[in-house]
């Protein structure tokens, strides 16, 4: 999420209004810009103010041509509960956005870290410097999450004339992994120490690689657990649900098929649905 023409005219909009707020702009801006929001606080929170206003007037708006058409109580409910509903939302939704997407971004970095120390070891036994390595670092798309923060580094030192150790220090914290952090608090250590680095980065491929390894035996493990559950539930036991029914049915003389009904069109979609978001999360995937 970029700072564009609507978000800076909110900023300027609610100015005075957080002028007044004493609120710590280093630390709220740090967790936008762990989130990846190029915004500074008070342009993202003038545009969730500005965003509450806006789905305010429109949902009241709306509901009260509805009302205007038709005239009765369970309109006048409709209008008074979305009027409520939907600013409320809005705000939840934008409030809780930068903690998730910052919550996402460390578990794509998290997931493509042992390679990346993998990638920067190879480039340090040929002698290549840091900067030189996160810079083409930051060309790589494969590597997800990590490219950005790679970028963001080559960033303080190429435009910004930071040396490595201070622009590492930026990086580490604006960083939403906490394995990221340390990665490069022990660059920063052994650049300080004047130190080797290849020793450093090959023992970080072996603990990464070793926790990647145990990482995804723990997640085929619950996910063969899942497996065994999806079928039991949503499978084998409406299967049963059904036979037992119909036998029921021709002793007692008759079925009602309300319950079928609504065990076919809610109950196993509602199950699929909690399966699916269960095995996404399990195999540590964005949900």
């Given at each position: ?157 190429e435009l910004m004339g930071v040396d490595a150790i201070n622009a590492l220090r930026k990086a580490i914290e604006i960083s939403p992994s906490k394995k990221f952090k340390e990665f490069l608090q022990g660059i920063v250590a052994v650049l300080q120490s004047g130190s080797e680095l290849a020793p450093y ?5 072996d603990r990464y690689m070793y926790d990647d390894l145990s990482d995804r035996k723990k997640n085929l493990d619950s996910l063969a657990i899942m497996a065994e ?59």
């Amino acid at each position: 999420m970029k700072s564009t023409k609507y978000t800076r005219f909110c900023r300027q909009l609610f100015a005075s209004t957080f002028q007044k707020l004493n609120v710590s702009e280093t630390s709220k801006n740090n967790i936008l810009a762990k989130a990846d929001i190029s915004m500074v606080y008070q342009e993202y929170y003038s545009m969730i103010l500005m965003n509450i206003l806006l789905g305010f007037i429109a949902s009241f708006v709306s509901t009260l041509v509805l009302y205007l058409l038709i005239p009765n109580s369970i309109t006048a409910l409709l209008m008074l509960i979305i009027t409520s509903l939907v600013p409320v939302l809005i705000g939840v939704v934008y409030l809780q956005l930068p903690s998730s997407k910052a919550k996402a971004r460390g578990k794509n970095i998290d997931r493509h870290l042992p390679y990346v120390a993998n990638f920067v070891n190879t480039m340090s036994v040929a002698g290549i410097s840091p900067s030189e390595i996160f810079g083409t670092l930051a060309g790589i798309k494969l590597y997800g999450e990590v490219q950005k923060e790679a970028k963001k580094i080559t960033t303080e030192i190429e435009l910004m004339g930071v040396d490595a150790i201070n622009a590492l220090r930026k990086a580490i914290e604006i960083s939403p992994s906490k394995k990221f952090k340390e990665f490069l608090q022990g660059i920063v250590a052994v650049l300080q120490s004047g130190s080797e680095l290849a020793p450093y980065f090959a023992h970080c491929v072996d603990r990464y690689m070793y926790d990647d390894l145990s990482d995804r035996k723990k997640n085929l493990d619950s996910l063969a657990i899942m497996a065994e559950s999806f079928v039991t539930t949503v499978i084998a036991f409406p299967l049963f649900l059904v036979i037992i029914l119909s036998v029921m049915g021709l002793t007692s003389g008759g079925i009602d098929f309300i319950f079928l009904y609504i065990i076919s069109l809610f109950i196993l979609p509602l199950a699929y649905l909690g399966f699916y978001v269960m095995m996404k999360s399990g195999m540590g995937e964005e949900v």
